[in-house]
């Protein structure tokens, strides 16, 4: 399968302890993006890295986050001391670095992360 | 501020049926819209609009978007138990971000 993989699937932690995420792409793709979804919205963009540069964050992206993409091919997310509203499914995407298929993000399955 | 508003927020149909989604948005440099049908897991990728390619059709599924009134409508012709989902509209306007809508929860019943 040569699709977006995310891992782990699901994560569940207690208040208070760091958690770590990975996304791999799909190989050819130069673009990977991160978004987080919480129930019944859409997906809410939180970065985006173009090979191994982070080239724009949201707001949404707190001091406790922090994303790498240390060589250009898979990505992680951490989450520092972890609070019950970071409750919610991450999702990575990744997509052609030009072209008119600029836009065209492909989606990984998810980790749908539980704080208690 | 960028918004996209999908519409309606759900809705129940019986297999067979055609389907309307309503998508309509306000982006700063708007460059493309795409849709997105979300089951139990990650969206998966159905179209894409721009303004070289304003209509789109694949099977049952067709698009349409109208830059001049900023919206776009997904039509589901036939619809099948399966067809039902939320279905997603985003759209690119700043490099490499995609805004997406709260999205349409489709029923079909049997």
């Known amino acids: 399968d040569t699709g977006v993989s995310q891992d782990p699937r699901h994560k569940i932690t207690k208040r208070g302890q760091n958690v770590t995420f990975r996304c791999d792409p799909i190989?050819?793709?130069?673009?990977l993006y991160w978004y987080r979804q919480t129930l019944g919205q859409g997906p809410e963009f939180l970065t985006y890295f173009q090979n191994e540069a982070q080239l724009e964050k949201s707001r949404l992206l707190s001091d406790r986050f922090s994303a790498e993409r240390p060589k250009g091919s898979f990505s992680t997310l951490e989450i520092q001391r972890t609070e019950q509203g970071d409750s919610a499914m991450y999702l990575c995407?990744?997509?052609?670095?030009?072209?008119?298929?600029?836009?065209?993000?492909?989606f990984g399955p998810g980790t749908r992360l539980t704080v208690t | 501020e960028d918004k996209v508003v999908q519409s309606p927020l759900s809705l129940v149909v019986h297999e067979g049926d055609t389907v309307t989604l309503n998508c309509s948005y306000e982006?700063?440099?708007?460059?493309?819209l795409l849709w997105y049908k979300q089951e139990k897991k990650a969206p998966t990728f159905l179209f894409m609009l721009t303004s070289s390619g304003i209509e789109k059709k694949s099977g049952r599924l067709s698009s349409i978007l109208d830059k001049k009134e900023l919206f776009s409508i997904l039509n589901i012709t036939a619809t099948q138990t399966g067809d039902s989902a939320i279905y997603l509209c985003?759209?690119?306007?700043?490099?490499?971000?995609?805004?997406f809508g709260a999205g349409t929860q489709v029923v079909v019943t049997p």
């Open positions: 985003a759209v690119g306007g700043s490099w490499g971000k995609l805004q």
């Open positions: 995407a990744s997509s052609p670095s030009a072209g008119v298929r600029l836009d065209e993000q492909y």
């Open positions: 982006v700063t440099n708007f460059r493309s």
């Open positions: 190989s050819e793709h130069n673009r």
